[in-house]
């Protein structure tokens, strides 16, 4: 079950990764009234309530698993809540119940003084070393927007490959089969990635109880 990341925290350099609580929702749900932003997810603007439940199906559904995206430095340095750090979000989705081990990805970074900085790239490797480690995940898809091209432009960084165009949703469905060698290299890659306790971590400093 995908419920498997509600207690895990993955620290990187730039970004740490968190499971999305109820405490993220208000900050997520601001980010999601920007006209571009729903542009570039392909989604519709939901009202705060609305946010909560849809909050409380990623938490529960088995198909998905989703982080946010916080800024490491900011975080570490304990002196901001989640929320005053959060940057995006990553989610990965079990979209072929035939085929366990294939994963879409997908990546916001919703602050834009965030973006071209390495943070999506960061965090989109750490949730796909993530999902090969612990997901059993062989074969990663992501589909973008035709005109996001900084997002399309990263994916083929991270050796993935344009396989379908699709005109009528002008999307663009890209594709990496994780080989041994493409395993190795994504271990690589996030060999300074910590996976570590959320409850552990945010308790001590009564972040929760404030």
Known sequence: AMKINQNTVLQGKRVTLVPYTSAHVPRYHK???SEELQRLTASEPLSLEQEYEMQRSWRDDTDKCTFIVLDTE???EQACADEDCMVGDVNLFLTDAEDPTLGEIE???AEPSYRGRGFGKEATLMMM???VRNLGITKFEAKIGQENEASICMFKK???KEVAVNSVFQEVTLRLDVSDQER???LEQTDHMEEK???EL???AGVLET
Do not use: A, E, N
């Open 74 to 76: 900011r975080w570490s």
């Open 31 to 33: 980010w999601m009234q």
């Open 158 to 160: 991270l050796h993935f």
């Open 202 to 204: 945010k308790l001590p």
């Open 107 to 109: 990546i916001m970074i």
């Open 184 to 186: 190795q290299w994504l």
């Open 129 to 131: 070393s993530y999902g």
């Open 197 to 199: 306790s959320y409850v």
